[in-house]
């Protein structure tokens, strides 16, 4: 059904041709290696960061008391209020920052976010 059709080009100009010409399959950059192997430490020291304690305690004092959440009277002249997200998919998030207006920096800021994302 198939035939074998000979080839009159040498060996080394056949390697050579091949080479430049088909793409290679390997990627042209190498991963690095894993700085640690999770795979004999135990559950828990996974999840332990590799950060200074004193940012940890900081991230978990925000988690536990958060900063600035709330709302102010939208009617308030120095008042702005900035809205995103899709209400209709249901994650939203509720931004308002209050202008000091004699020198017309912010003064205060209070967000609320409503959904799962």
Do not use: W
Not at 15 to 35: N, Q, Y
Not at 56 to 84: A, C, E, F, I, W
């Amino acid at each position: 059904m198939f035939r074998r059709v000979a080839s009159t080009v040498p060996a080394q100009a056949s390697r050579a041709m091949a080479a430049a010409v088909r793409p290679s399959i390997a990627p042209s950059f190498r991963a690095a290696a894993p700085a640690i192997n999770n795979a004999r430490r135990s559950y828990h020291e996974k999840d332990m960061s590799t950060h200074p304690p004193s940012l940890s305690m900081s991230l978990l004092d925000h988690y536990s008391k958060p900063r600035n959440v709330g709302s102010m009277q939208k009617n308030d002249v120095d008042v702005g209020t900035g809205l995103v997200g899709a209400p209709a998919c249901g994650d939203v998030m509720k931004l308002q920052i209050r202008v000091d207006p004699n020198d017309n920096t912010i003064s205060e800021v209070k967000f609320k976010t409503f959904g799962c994302g």
